[in-house]
Each structure stands twice: as structure tokens, then as C-alpha cells.
């Protein structure tokens, strides 16, 4: 559909559903992405997120049941799609393979950073 | 019962667009009840739940993009600050109207509370360490009367408290200043002690201060220290003024150093123009050689005023305490000399910056005042909302229309805050020039003593704060009716909504409208008290003519004259105005009535010779109950030649009715009877000559005081006020006045010149200005109250055309639609008016301080400021009544 590539954030959306599976709905996506990648997002951003997902064909979405906390309004969870996961597997290879062995200096160049801002 | 999140976060969440509102709400709620509201507390998972609405909103209004086109919520766009101005520009008057009182509410409360701040609140500038001074007054407990300290008392009381970490003393005082070159003038300065600039951690700018020996000891030299405006001004920033000769009260004086230029003195409306060193303090006085003028031994003068470091760790209490106990030795072992203390106590008062007799006038002037200016604010604030909910209502419409086309939630929502800011922007700014212009005319009203600082700058905190509040005003009135209308593209519901938003609107801008005719009562109740009062106090007779009389001030004191010389000096310029063409009457006089000072003596019961009895006291010739036109009504007054002190030694002296009848039970007994009287301390033996009426010589709110007028060769000082009765124009009078001085002594110059009337008007001045001020905001208010009203009336009455046509179709008369339309107003005018009265009634207290000849409770007045309110509310629903009866039927009939 688009070969434009994954922000940051995008990847992070698509991963946390890939991550939690049938119970990808907006409030564990949230919290995947605030508890792992440290990110504090608004429950506003994970929707304009996937709903802009959504139009590129990468995630799916189905509305069901509700819980008796959400005042009677449905859950819309989301499910991961060939062509998200396709694009999702692109970007991340190609940052990882750039990565390979750089770690190490990677971090020491910004604590480098860090000490020099200091003095 | 399942908790809820807070309403505005879910209001907020409505602004969403409607399919992701429903999720991004649900999320939101789920989180807040499952995690956030049991992890974090109430208060912080609120908190929570309101930003995240707040960034979920933001989220969505920068979200381009999605499925559906028709909920794509676009940016905002400079296409709504368009559609904004254009809509405000529909009603250019009433927007004018809005911006324009909310810049007046802008800028009077920032003005007012700036005052406020420069004369109450804010830290002395230049002063260090300010928390842990404090003054100290010995105050005599039955007479109220202070006494200073002499520089060997001050050194002692700080001694023997250990809760007085630095001690020092100073007076105010008003010198005779010339410069070579330059032309003379008067300067106020401040005589200080060894130890006064270092406690106050003030440091010269140029050249140096001087030290604790040049300050204290008997041949210190003349030193003086100018202030920074004093060397900008009067010196023209002469680059070499350190070393500059100057003469004070006709002595030299060497400028050692400039002040640094924040330090004006250490009270906030301080404009000092010099120090001297205490050293000097005699010399200046020309005290020397007369009995206790000496600056050192326990004769020494009593003229310093205290100021005291407050130990660290130590209390107040414990400090009153250390220094009462203090005193008390230094009265037992000096009693020739510290008499005068036996009975005094002190009272630290912590803090400097106001002097306790400019406090006790100021405050309940700017109490009040700030008052007013609050209404002030929240009655624009009020006004600016209604205009706001208005110009919603009028375009729902519109709205509904936008938003079946499919326009986002967020354009419209954007509109509103754009709407807002147009409006509150400008005001802002036109405020800050209010209280820029505010503030000029508030250090010249006459509120403040003449010869204050006039501080003109604008507090920028107090400013950020007026602008905040109607910024915030205008932003959350123009977007409520975005929420109220939140369901308007709903086509089917578009009837319902349209009735059930235009309700709650009504009910909203009613409520506005009964807040602001409330605020207008309380205002105008307010206004209606402080113009009884000025219009009370001016028609206060004070007993005396005061038409015609001229006050001439004239002082050969610092010119070194004394004792007998002043009498001799005042008797040859009393004989010389005398002869001068269309004088009717001259009189000399020690403390005029409505003069800078009072006196004060005390007179022994004849009686109960226990008791002392205190009255007022002035040092007069004889022609001066003529001059003044009160006379004498038992025995005679004293003449000039006929020396005021008869074979006996005694004083002749002329009672005032009200001290004759309490010394002696009636006037007529009081005559040729002998008194014994205390001046300063000093036995003085008196002999009523006459007896003459009672006159207010000060204070108009009071009763006249008891006074004794002392023949005038006995008075204890040199400076005096002719009282000149003459048909002939000031001017004209002053200048052959200043030459009748100088015949006598070229170097004595003229002091202030002022007619007596005009002496008299100054002593309300106060309470005419600040009637006038309030006026001009009690009007404000009360326009605003009624175009307020007008809109809601006329709004009301506009949606009812349908049911007025019916009404009129059948058969209803047009005073029957007129009344129904009144009723409607009537019911908020009552609202107002009931709210007002108990909000005026709450606010009273403040008042009671300033009313005079009125109660702050009086019926009348509020019952006259609820009839002018009722008849702004009739007025204002007069037009929209008429025009509801001009509806015709069958067009109203025929438009369904």
C-alpha cells in the first residue's frame, strides 16, 4: 500500500500488539509501551496511532464486549496484519543490522557525551 | 458504586470526535478505576485523568488523517481566528464594550493592588535582612503620647537586651538646604545614630557613609550623605560631589558621600533627601547651650525614634519585656532626668517600611479600594462571559448547520477560543495602559501625603494576575458553549438540542447577569455610603471662619534666633502685616487649626489635684479669636503688650468652652481662676483670662477637643503661622508679607502660603477623592449590570416570538406580553438585588472604618442602591418588552 517506513513511535504501537495478542485494546497498549519502552503516552496519541495504522492496512480492529470499570462502553482491540508485520520486520532488521557490534561503543560515546556536558 | 473520573476531564472528552470518543473515554476510565485511582489517591489520579483528556484532545486536533473523512479533525487554522473576528465584528459595539470594561477591570484592580503593594506590602527597597527589624515607640498608656529616646538612653536599652542584637535611633526632619549656585529649598532628612546604616546593610554609591564615631561623637564633624535622586536632581550629577560644601538650616555641611540608589528611606514612601550624623542634631536645632539640647549626658535631647535587629531566636514579647525592664532602671537611676518614662511602655512593632500612623490611615482606605476593584474585575470578567455565551447562542444556528456539513468539533472549538483571546488580548494590553494611567492619578489624588515617593511603576505580578484572570475568564465562557451545544449535528435531535442548549445557556447568562447585578449593589451601596460620608464631613462646621483667612508660615528658628528673639521677631512681623493695606486682622499662631502638628498639655483638676486632665494647646497672640472670628465669650483675651505673664509669674491663658465647664463647671467661673499646667514635663502656672468656643482643629469625624490657648511669648517654638484676615488676593498679600520679613531679617525666608479654607477642604480630600473614584467604578459596573441584563432579556424574548405571535393571535393584550417579559427580568433583577444586599452586608465591616454620619449597614442607602438597581433592570427590558408586543401574528404563524 505505501512504502513509506515506521516512525519510532509507530514501531512501538505495533509491537505492543504483537505483544499482547488477544488482549490488545487501548489500555494495555498504553501501559505496554509506558511500563517497557519507559514512554508516556496519551490515551489520544495510541488511537490517532493506530487509527493511522489502520488506514495503511497494518492493524486490524474489532469492538466487543465492555467491563463494568468502563461505564458500559466497548473495548476495540487491535490485531497485527501480514502487511504490518511485513513492515514492522523491515524497519527493525534494517536498524539492527546497522546496530550489530556498535553497542558497546554506542553507549560509551554517550556517556563521553554526558561527562563532557558536565565539566 | 463505581467511582468516576472528574467531570471536567470527562467534558473535556467530549470535544473528541464521536467514534474514537467512546474508546479513548472508556480506556481512560478503565485505567483511572483499575490502576491509577487505587495506586495514586484521588487527588493525583484527577489529575491524571485530566491531562490525559487534555493530551488525548490535543492529540486528536493535530491528527490528520484516518478513516472517515467527515471526522477528520483538522489543525487549527488561521481560516477560525477568521470566522472569530468576523463574528465578533457583527456586534462591534457590544465586543467594543467587552474589551474596553475588561481592560478598565484590567487595569484599576492592577493599579490599586499595586498601591496596594507599594505602600503596605512590599520589602523596603535596599534594606537587608528586613524580617528581623522592627521599631520600637514608648508610649505613654493614658495619653497615647510618645516619647524619643535620648543617644545615652539608646545606648543603654540596647545593652541590657540581649534580644536586641543592633539598636539604633533616628528622626525625620525637615531642613532649610542651599548650595552655592543653587536656589534655597527645604529637604527632608534624616538625623541618624552610630550603627543605623550598618544594621540596614545600606552602602554609599559614591564616596562613603559616616562612620559610628563621626555620627556620635560631640565634635564629629558636619557630615551629610545626599540621596541618589537628591544628587540627580538638585546637584545635577555633579561628578565631584563628594567633598561638596552645603548649607543646612544655615550651617555647613561637607557631602561625604551619595546614597545607593534604591535606599530612600526605610519607610516605603520615604523620599529622604539627606542624612546628618546625630552629632549634629543640636547644632542644627540651634540647641546649643539651652537646657537639655545636648547630645551626650543624661540632660541629653530625647529626639530619636528606635529601630532595632531582633536577636536570632528571639520573640518579640521577650524583647518588650528586656527593654521595659531596661527602662525601668534607667528611670531609677536617672529620675531627674528619665521621668518622663516612668510610665511608658514599649511596643515593638516588627517590621519597617510604614510608619503606625500612615498605617492606620492608609490601610482601610486601600482595604476598601481594593475591594471595589474586585467587584470591578468580576463584574467585566462576568460581563466579557455573557457576551460570550451570547454570541454562541446567536450563532447555534450556525453551528448546527457547520457541523451537518461536517465540520470537526475541534474547528468550531477553536472558533470559540479564538473568539476569546480577540477579546481578552486586547483588553490586556489597553489595561496595562489603565493602570499605568490609573496609577499616575492614584499618587496624585490627595490619598497619599504630599511629599511622599511616587512610586509610578505597575507591579508585574500584580498585572500577570488581573491579565490571567480574564484570559481565563474570556477562555472558559467562550468555550462552555461549545460543550453545551456539544450533540448539535445530530439532525435528529437538532430541535431538542436546540431548546435544551438555548435553556441552559439562558439559565448560564442569567446567572451571570444576577452576578453582576449583585456586584453592581454592592458597588453602588458601597458608592452611596463613601458620597454621604464626603458630603457629611464637608458640612461639618469646625466652629471657626476660616473664609478670608490667610495662613502665612514663617520660621527664624533655623536662622539661629531664640527665646526671646523669636518673641520679638513674631511681634514686629505681627505689627508690620498688621499696618499693610486691607489687612483686617493678624494673629500669630504655634499649631494652627488643620496645621501640620497638634500640641498636646496637661492641666491639673483644681477639683481632684490627682488627677491631670490633657488638652490640646496652642501658643497664640491675643487678636487670634478675632482673626479666626470665635472670640470671647467670658473675660477677655490677652493683648500683646500687656506681657502675657503677670507681677505674679503666672501665664495668661484662654480656655475653650468645653475645658472651662470640665475644669471648672461653667465658663463664667473658669475666668481669673489659676491652673497648673505641664508642658513637656515642665510646671507652667496659668491664668485664665477668658473663655472662648470650642472648634474642631483637626479632625472633622470627631468632637472639638478641650484646648487651652497659652499666650504666645511663652511658646515652645520658633516656628510660626500668621493668621491674616483680609479681603485682597493671596498672591498679592504673600508678596508684601515677604517683604515685611525681610525688612526685619533678609535671611528668613517665607514658608508655604495657603488659605485657610483651603487647609480645611485638604482634611477631606481623602474622603472626596475616594468618593469620586468609586463613583466612576460603581458606574462602570452598573452599565455593565445593565447591557448585561439587556441581552439576556432580549435574547429571552427573541426566542419567545413564536409564543408571543400565538399569544397575540389569540387575543392577548400587548401590556399582558409587556408584563410577561418584565416578569422575566424582574426574577433576575430580585436575584441581584437579594445577593447584593448580602454581599454588601458581608462587605460592610470593611467600611465601618470610613463612614461618617452613616451607618455601613444604613437602610436608606441600600434600599436607594436596590431602587436604582431595579430601575437599571426595568430599563434595560424595556426594549425587548415593546418589541415582543410589535410581533405579528400571522408573519410569526406563518414562518412555523
Known amino acids: 500500500m505505501t512504502t513509506r517506513g515506521l516512525g519510532e513511535f509507530e514501531q512501538l504501537l505495533l509491537f505492543a500488539v504483537l505483544r499482547l495478542g488477544n488482549d490488545a485494546y487501548g489500555v494495555r497498549i498504553r501501559q505496554e509501551i509506558t511500563n517497557r519502552a519507559g514512554k508516556d503516552v496519551s490515551a489520544g496519541a495510541v488511537y490517532t496511532g493506530l487509527d493511522r495504522l489502520q488506514s495503511r492496512g497494518f492493524v486490524s480492529s474489532e469492538e466487543a464486549e465492555s467491563a463494568p470499570s468502563r461505564g458500559g462502553r466497548r473495548r476495540k482491540y487491535y490485531r497485527l496484519e501480514p502487511a504490518g508485520a511485513r513492515a514492522l520486520e523491515s524497519t527493525y532488521s534494517k536498524v539492527r543490522s546497522m546496530a550489530e557490534g556498535t553497542l558497546d561503543e554506542l553507549r560509551a560515546v554517550a556517556a563521553e557525551g554526558k561527562a563532557g556536558g558536565l565539566s | ?896
Not at chain 2, 484521588?42 to 485523568?49: E, P
Not at chain 2, 536656589?183 to 552610630?194: E, L
Not at chain 2, 493602570?435 to 492614584?442: E, P, Y
Request: aromatic residues 6%.
Open chain 2, 1 to 896: 458504586m463505581t467511582p468516576r473520573p472528574p467531570a471536567v476531564g470527562r467534558a473535556i472528552l467530549r470535544l473528541l470526535p464521536s467514534p474514537h470518543r467512546d474508546f479513548v473515554t472508556g480506556d481512560l476510565t478503565e485505567e483511572y478505576v483499575d490502576t491509577v485511582l487505587p495506586e495514586r489517591g484521588r487527588l493525583r489520579a484527577d489529575s491524571w485523568f485530566v491531562g490525559q483528556s487534555v493530551r488525548s484532545v490535543w492529540s486528536f486536533a493535530r491528527y490528520r488523517g484516518g478513516p472517515s473523512r467527515s471526522e477528520r479533525v483538522a489543525r487549527p487554522s488561521a481560516r477560525e481566528v477568521r470566522y472569530a473576528f468576523r463574528g465578533l465584528m457583527r456586534r462591534p459595539g457590544h465586543s467594543a464594550l467587552a474589551v474596553v470594561t475588561l481592560a478598565v477591570g484590567i487595569g484599576t484592580a492592577t493599579s490599586v493592588f499595586s498601591v496596594t503593594d507599594a505602600v503596605l506590602l512590599r520589602d523596603v527597597p535596599g534594606v537587608e535582612g528586613q524580617e528581623a527589624l522592627a521599631t520600637v515607640s514608648f508610649s505613654h498608656p493614658r495619653t497615647g503620647g510618645e516619647s524619643p529616646i535620648s543617644l545615652p538612653n539608646l545606648r543603654d536599652l540596647g545593652e541590657a537586651s540581649p534580644a536586641v542584637a543592633e539598636i539604633a535611633g533616628f528622626t525625620r526632619a525637615l531642613f532649610q538646604l542651599s548650595i552655592e549656585g543653587l536656589p534655597a529649598r527645604s529637604g527632608w532628612s534624616q538625623i541618624v545614630t552610630g550603627g543605623y546604616f550598618e544594621m540596614l546593610g545600606v552602602a554609599a554609591s559614591q564616596g562613603r557613609l559616616f562612620t559610628r564615631e563621626e555620627a556620635e561623637s560631640m565634635d564629629g564633624a558636619p557630615l551629610a550623605v545626599v540621596s541618589d535622586a537628591f544628587w540627580r536632581g538638585t546637584l545635577q550629577r555633579d561628578p565631584e560631589v563628594v567633598g561638596r560644601s552645603l548649607r543646612i538650616n544655615g550651617l555647613p555641611f561637607t557631602i561625604v558621600g551619595v546614597m545607593q540608589p534604591d535606599f530612600r528611606g526605610i519607610e516605603r514612601l520615604d523620599s529622604l533627601d539627606l542624612w546628618v550624623p546625630a552629632s549634629q542634631h543640636v547644632a542644627l536645632r540651634h540647641g546649643q547651650g539651652i537646657p537639655g539640647w545636648e547630645l551626650e549626658g543624661r540632660g541629653a535631647a530625647h529626639f530619636a525614634n528606635t529601630i532595632i535587629r531582633i536577636d536570632e531566636g528571639a520573640q518579640i514579647d521577650d524583647t518588650e519585656e528586656q527593654l521595659q525592664a531596661a527602662m525601668t532602671n534607667l528611670v531609677e537611676a536617672y529620675p531627674d532626668h528619665n521621668e518622663r518614662y516612668a510610665e511608658a511602655v514599649p511596643t515593638v512593632d516588627a517590621g519597617i517600611g510604614i510608619s503606625a500612623s500612615d498605617r492606620s490611615r492608609l490601610a482601610p482606605t486601600l482595604q476598601v479600594l481594593a475591594g471595589l476593584v474586585v467587584m470591578i474585575l468580576l463584574v467585566t470578567c462576568a460581563n466579557v462571559a455573557n457576551l460570550l455565551v451570547l454570541r454562541a447562542l446567536q450563532r447555534r444556528d450556525e453551528t448546527v448547520l457547520r457541523r451537518a456539513l461536517g465540520a470537526a468539533r475541534a474547528h468550531l472549538f477553536f472558533q470559540n477560543l479564538a473568539e476569546a483571546l480577540i477579546l481578552a488580548l486586547p483588553a490586556v494590553l489597553l489595561g496595562l495602559m489603565i493602570a499605568v494611567g490609573v496609577n499616575g492619578v492614584m499618587w496624585s489624588s490627595g490619598l497619599f501625603p504630599t511629599g511622599v515617593a511616587t512610586h509610578t511603576t505597575i507591579d508585574a505580578r500584580v498585572f500577570a494576575f488581573a491579565a490571567a484572570l480574564g484570559i481565563l475568564t474570556a477562555c472558559t465562557f467562550g468555550l462552555l458553549p461549545a460543550l453545551l451545544h456539544r450533540d448539535a449535528h445530530q439532525h435528529r435531535a437538532v430541535q431538542a438540542a436546540r431548546r435544551a442548549s438555548s435553556r441552559s445557556a439562558t439559565l448560564l447568562q442569567g446567572g451571570l447577569s444576577v452576578v453582576q447585578l449583585a456586584l453592581s449593589l454592592a458597588l453602588v451601596g458601597s458608592v452611596l455610603l463613601l458620597a454621604r460620608t464626603s458630603s457629611n464631613l464637608t458640612s461639618v462646621d469646625p466652629g471657626f471662619v476660616s473664609e478670608g483667612v490667610v495662613a502665612i508660615e514663617v520660621d527664624p528658628g533655623p536662622q539661629g534666633y531664640r527665646g526671646e528673639e523669636v518673641s520679638d521677631f513674631r511681634a514686629a512681623l505681627v505689627d508690620r502685616v498688621g499696618s499693610i493695606d486691607g489687612v483686617e486682622a493678624v494673629a500669630a499662631s504655634g499649631f494652627p487649626p488643620f496645621g501640620h502638628i497638634a500640641m498636646q498639655l496637661e492641666v491639673r483638676e483644681p477639683s481632684d489635684p490627682s488627677q491631670m486632665l490633657t488638652s490640646r494647646a496652642d501658643w497664640v497672640t491675643g487678636s487670634f479669636f478675632d482673626a479666626i472670628g470665635i472670640g470671647i465669650s467670658h473675660g477677655r483675651p490677652f493683648t500683646l503688650e500687656e506681657s502675657t505673664i503677670d507681677a505674679e509669674g503666672r501665664t495668661a491663658v484662654v480656655l475653650s468652652r468645653s475645658l472651662a465647664e470640665r475644669l471648672f463647671g461653667a465658663p463664667e467661673r473658669a475666668v481669673n481662676q489659676s491652673l497648673d499646667v505641664a508642658v513637656f514635663g515642665q510646671p507652667m502656672e496659668a491664668f485664665v483670662v477668658g473663655v472662648t468656643a470650642d472648634i474642631i482643629d483637626a479632625n472633622l469625624r470627631r468632637e472639638p477637643h478641650p484646648k487651652m490657648y497659652v499666650a504666645m511669648p511663652g511658646s515652645p517654638q520658633s516656628f510660626t503661622t500668621l493668621l491674616v484676615r483680609t479681603q485682597r488676593p493671596t498672591q498679592a498679600l504673600a508678596a508684601e508679607v515677604r517683604s515685611a520679613v525681610e525688612e526685619i531679617d533678609s535671611n528668613i525666608p517665607l514658608g508655604s502660603v495657603a488659605e485657610l479654607e483651603d487647609l480645611v477642604a485638604n482634611a477631606t480630600v481623602r474622603e472626596r477623592t475616594f468618593a469620586r473614584l468609586s463613583a466612576l467604578l460603581a458606574a462602570i459596573a452598573l452599565l455593565l449590570a445593565g447591557v448585561g441584563l439587556y441581552s439576556v432579556v432580549a435574547y429571552a424574548a427573541a426566542q419567545r416570538r413564536r409564543e408571543f405571535g400565538i399569544r397575540l393571535a389569540v387575543g392577548a393584550s400587548s401590556v399582558g406580553i409587556t408584563r410577561l417579559v418584565l416578569r422575566h427580568s424582574l426574577v433576575f433583577g430580585a436575584l441581584g438585588v437579594g445577593l447584593g444586599v448580602a454581599v454588601f452586608l458581608a462587605g460592610s465591616r470593611l467600611l465601618a472604618g470610613i463612614v461618617f454620619g452613616v451607618a455601613s449597614t444604613d437602610p436608606l442607602t441600600l434600599a436607594g442602591a436596590a431602587t436604582l438597581l431595579l430601575m437599571v433592570t426595568v430599563a434595560a427590558s424595556l426594549a425587548p418588552a415593546l418589541s415582543a408586543t410589535r410581533v405579528d401574528p400571522a408573519v410569526t404563524l406563518r414562518s412555523e
